[in-house]
């Protein structure tokens, strides 16, 4: 009884050490900028559902399904001054590590070295280590899964009546993801109806008082889903973003995983062991499970961004897949080393936290020059849409790629690519002002159009203003 609680003690010491790890990764891409300009906005003003950051667009419907988590982290600002972000990121996954470690804890402490290779797969979040609502919907996904498999495995569970309490916060922190909890849900109905045993997989029905049970939380979270500034919308606005084939093509996070790209292979390699895991276990595998894994993996496969889902979903289903290992007095050293090697690494690159949230493309100069000459009409590049909003500068277009893709998102890929009626385009908006990437074909037309004049060009970043007709 000892040695387990020491081993528990060394768990915490090592999920602290892991949390902390992952901030060296942290990074404060564009969207940040937008989205704490909005919660600073909302949280002296009231909150948004009209844009208020575009001269194009401006007064236009904007579904802010993440005003809730806007409002947080610009509170966290107010709080926590520069270090904000890193106590954002720090908390959102020491709380995901907390929740797969409480809701495993038995099945982990089993075997100590998977669980510990395990967990070395974490890291393949470091790719969400930013202050975006991804990180909290990571959080209440695991709390979904975790609720329902306690219903699983006890029909008297009451817990399970929290999830619809959870979703009316996960659809306001971050509405486009809540709808995951009533589709666990039914992936759950879906898992227990069936009895059968075939080959090296086997179904047990439920009983009906489970049933009854996730089907009533289930009407619930669809319910809690609407309890938001946008009402109903809700519900239908996931699936008119997948939907959405011009934006899914053209934003580097909706792009599907694939073997071609080496960066993907980790995850490949991921999955290869879980199935690895699933062919070799001396149990055959619950229907559920194979259910739970071919869900998140066709959403990994979809898109990079689902790739945490993962990873959350399948930490409460491999452990009972893996046998159990005797215990030795050794392990408990192991895993205070590992922890220990995880919190040195931080301390000795801990700079590079502070250093990475202050990544940016547009520096005081271009700022500067943007708001001293006052443009009316200014065409950016959607990456450089957050800082401008940031710095009070009103854009065409930036990372709410949702909001434009009915008005103006494609015409910006034609004209930034120089594609279709490009020319046609760009007298049709009347751009008085240009702020571009030199690597774009947009670039090459404003240099050599004698209608435009560049006032910038430094580090492939231009500024070209229209020449007034004389």
């Not at 050490?17 to 906005?41: P, T």
């Not at 690159?349 to 949230?357: P, S, W």
């Not at 670039?443 to 050599?448: A, C, I, P, V, W």
Request: hydrophobic content about 50%.
């Amino acid at each position: 009884m000892k040695n387990k609680k020491r081993t528990s003690l060394a768990f915490w010491f090592l999920l602290l050490s892991i949390a902390l790890f992952m901030l060296l990764f942290v990074v404060r891409e564009s969207d940040y900028f937008w989205h704490i300009k909005a919660g600073e906005y909302m949280f002296k003003n009231g909150i948004l559902k009209k844009d208020v950051f575009s001269w194009f667009v401006q007064g236009k419907y904007w579904f802010s399904h993440e005003w809730l988590f806007e409002v947080i982290l610009y509170s966290l600002k107010l709080i926590f001054g520069k270090f904000h972000i890193l106590v954002y990121v720090f908390s959102c996954f020491l709380m995901l590590l907390v929740i797969i470690f409480c809701g495993n804890k038995k099945e982990m402490l089993k075997n100590i070295p998977f669980s510990l290779l395990w967990l070395s797969f974490f890291l393949i979040l470091i790719i969400y280590a930013q202050a975006r609502p991804h990180l909290l919907s990571f959080c209440f996904l695991a709390l979904t899964i975790y609720l329902l498999f306690d219903l699983y495995k006890n029909e008297d569970s009451k817990k399970v009546y929290l999830l619809p309490v959870f979703t009316i916060l996960w659809a306001n922190i971050h509405g486009g993801s809540s709808n995951l909890s009533y589709i666990f849900c039914l992936l759950f109905i879906i898992g227990g109806i069936f009895n059968f045993n075939f080959s090296k997989m086997e179904a047990k029905r439920i009983s009906k008082k489970q049933l009854k049970k996730y089907f009533l939380v289930m009407l619930l979270c669809i319910v809690s889903i609407c309890l938001n500034i946008h009402s109903i919308k809700m519900l239908s606005y996931p699936y008119t973003n997948l939907s959405n084939t011009v934006m899914l093509n053209n934003i580097a996070e909706w792009q599907p995983t694939t073997l071609t790209n080496l960066a993907h292979l980790p995850y490949f390699l991921f999955c290869f062991i879980i199935v690895l895991i699933f062919l070799i276990s001396e149990k055959k595998i619950a229907f559920i499970d194979f259910l739970l894994f071919i869900s998140v993996l066709f959403l990994g496969l979809k898109s990079v961004r689902f790739w945490g889902y993962t990873y959350i979903v399948m930490s409460f289903v491999v452990f009972k897949y893996v046998k159990k290992r005797k215990y030795d007095n050794y392990s408990n050293l192991v895993i205070f080393l590992v922890g220990l090697l995880f919190m040195g690494i931080f301390f000795a690159n801990e700079k590079m936290a502070f250093k990475g949230i202050k990544t940016k493309d547009l520096n005081k100069e271009i700022i500067s020059i943007i708001k001293e000459e006052k443009p009316q009409k200014l065409f950016n590049m959607y990456n450089y849409g957050g800082e401008l909003i940031y710095n009070g500068i009103k854009v065409f277009i930036d990372g709410r790629a949702d909001l434009y893709s009915e008005y103006n998102y494609e015409d910006y890929l034609n004209i930034s690519k120089l594609e279709k009626d490009y020319v046609k385009l760009i007298d049709k908006y009347d751009f008085d002002y240009f702020l571009v990437d030199n690597t774009y074909p947009i670039y090459t037309y404003l240099k050599y159009d004698k209608k435009y004049e560049c006032i910038y060009n430094k580090k492939k970043i231009s500024i070209y203003k229209k020449r007034t007709s004389s």
